[in-house]
């Protein structure tokens, strides 16, 4: 709450309790007849706008909202010759400087601006327009690809050369435009049958024939917040001890992100973040035939997701009388026999 606020609210208070007062003055004077009461309320009323206390109180209020801003205003030297030459020389010249700052390449951060610059959140219908979004979407990533003090409104601000407002205006437009579902359909469509084609030569050549329908792999990771939440933050305190996001990312074998998930605090265990993604509500419009998924042991074991046994608990190991150990496609898997059941156990 900001002073002046703080101040509104103490005249406030004060003009209540001079108002109480006065009907507490009021109710103690005996009256005879109801027009006696009357007169004593006209009376009353009409000595209430010559109290001072009460004029006093309303032109302090006055006062206080009588200009924008408490104190004298002072010009704080900008430049914004820091970020002309981040997009200019560094952009063209330098691409490495330009990745410490924004963590893209110059070519990556093209497509990012021409694929959302078009996007209603950079248009308004004011006299004065936005600053071009190459510069928004910069002031965006430079404040992602930081974190602690780097990352605060006044350091952003000084270093693009823009007032305060500006930094936290320009992220939130961007955030606004890649959240946006046309975004994500636009930058990650579903692979066409000859990149899934292709997925599938690249696992049959890496590992054997029978795995070739498993094109898909998913995983989860945990992304560090700089610190707790306000909101909510203990459920952001993952098992690592860490303040941080779930973030579930699912890819083919040439590490093409074709989905994602995001926006489950770190507690989130992976098979419920995974949920949260398209992948396990559309499976049968997605994946066709024996198709599947590779996902480590967090996951659900399905017909369409493929993931390690658990341990074997100990009284699965007193049925096993022998243990075989083979390699299938350059990866050794034990098979628990039992004398007594026909079933086997797979332990990792």
Not at 298 to 312: D, H, M, R
Request: charged share 20%.
């Amino acid at each position: 709450m900001s002073e002046r606020q703080d101040e509104a609210n103490a005249l406030l208070e004060a003009y209540i309790l001079n108002f109480l007062a006065k009907l507490q003055a009021q109710s103690s004077d005996d009256s005879d007849s109801d027009q006696d009461d009357t007169l004593s309320a006209s009376s009353s009323s009409d000595s209430s706008s010559d109290d001072p206390v009460e004029e006093g109180i309303l032109l302090a209020l006055e006062s206080l909202y009588s200009t924008r801003y408490q104190v004298k205003r002072r010009d704080i030297p900008k430049t914004d010759q820091n970020i002309e030459l981040l997009l200019g020389d560094y952009k063209q010249n330098h691409p490495e400087n330009f990745r410490s700052y924004l963590r893209m390449s110059p070519a990556c951060f093209d497509t990012l601006v021409t694929t959302i610059q078009y996007h209603p959140i950079f248009l308004n219908d004011s006299n004065n327009s936005q600053m071009p979004v190459e510069r928004q979407v910069a002031i965006a990533l430079c404040r992602f690809g930081h974190y602690g003090n780097a990352v605060s409104t006044m350091k952003v601000a000084l270093w693009a050369g823009v007032g305060y407002g500006t930094v936290k205006n320009a992220t939130v437009r961007v955030m606004t435009a890649v959240c946006d579902a046309r975004f994500r359909a636009m930058t990650m469509p579903w692979p066409d049958a000859t990149q899934i084609e292709s997925a599938k030569a690249w696992v049959e050549a890496n590992s054997c024939f029978a795995w070739r329908d498993g094109w898909l792999m998913v995983d989860g990771t945990l992304i560090p917040l700089f610190r707790r939440p306000a909101e909510y933050g203990t459920s952001f305190f993952d098992r690592k001890s860490n303040y941080s996001m779930n973030v579930q990312l699912i890819s083919t074998p040439d590490l093409r992100i074709i989905d994602y998930g995001v926006g489950l605090p770190g507690s989130q265990h992976d098979a419920t973040a995974w949920n949260k993604t398209r992948l396990p509500h559309e499976h049968q419009e997605l994946l066709s035939g024996e198709e599947f998924v590779w996902a480590d042991s967090a996951y659900p074991l399905k017909k369409w997701c493929q993931s390690p046994y658990k341990e074997c608990v100990l009284y699965c190991i007193a049925w096993c009388s022998s243990v075989v150990s083979l390699k299938i496609c350059n990866t050794t898997i034990t098979f628990l026999e039992s004398v007594s059941a026909a079933s086997t156990v797979l332990a990792f």
